[in-house]
């Protein structure tokens, strides 16, 4: 299977990027083609999560920058599984609502949009970083790393209304 957590988190900033570089004119395709290709993207988490189970799922782990010991990982717990969906979806609304809202600066906007959902993707499959923070320094840091994770969320929430504010007219 292919790595399902980073394509889901980086196929956002993929779309952002061709909007940027595509013609304004073709932003609103670009952004609704790229939520909805991040939500069929992150559809296997949900087909194959096993609920049964307390670990981390889909595990991605790979050596960044081996001569400094930097690890590049990720993954997901069954607390964080359903804002990836959720973020997925909303993003969908989100392109599909402000269609005909958004007349000035529209490619900025759904560039904003694309960066905003991949940023709050990212966040979401972070659960490796609660956990490892649980086994050595104990539950404080546990708590610690979700009300972070809760704090981005919600700072994602809203820069969206920003957003929206900004760039409707």
């Given at each position: 299977m292919y790595p399902v957590l980073t394509?889901?988190?980086f196929l956002p900033s993929v779309g952002a990027a061709l909007i940027f570089l595509c013609p304004a004119r073709l932003a609103r395709w670009i952004a609704l083609v790229t939520t909805i290709a991040t939500l069929a993207v992150s559809a296997p988490l949900y087909l194959h999560f096993d609920t049964t189970s307390s670990a981390l799922q889909f595990v991605e782990s790979?050596?960044?920058?081996?001569s400094w010991n930097v690890v590049y990982g990720m993954g997901?717990?069954?607390i964080s599984l359903p804002f990836i969906l959720l973020s997925a979806v909303?993003?969908?609304?989100?392109?599909?609502v402000s269609w005909n809202a958004i007349q000035v600066r529209v490619w900025e906007f759904y560039a904003t949009l694309r960066e905003?959902?991949?940023?709050?993707?990212?966040?979401?499959?972070?659960?490796?970083g609660s956990v490892t923070d649980a086994v050595s320094q104990g539950l404080r840091s546990a708590v610690t790393g979700h009300a972070?994770?809760?704090?981005?969320?919600?700072?994602?929430?809203?820069l969206m209304a920003i957003a929206i504010a900004m760039f409707a007219r």
């Open positions: 394509a889901s988190t790979r050596a960044w920058i081996p997901v717990d069954g909303v993003s969908v609304l989100c392109v599909a905003i959902d991949a940023s709050v993707v990212d966040r979401a499959a972070e659960g490796i972070q994770y809760y704090g981005l969320m919600m700072a994602a929430g809203v």
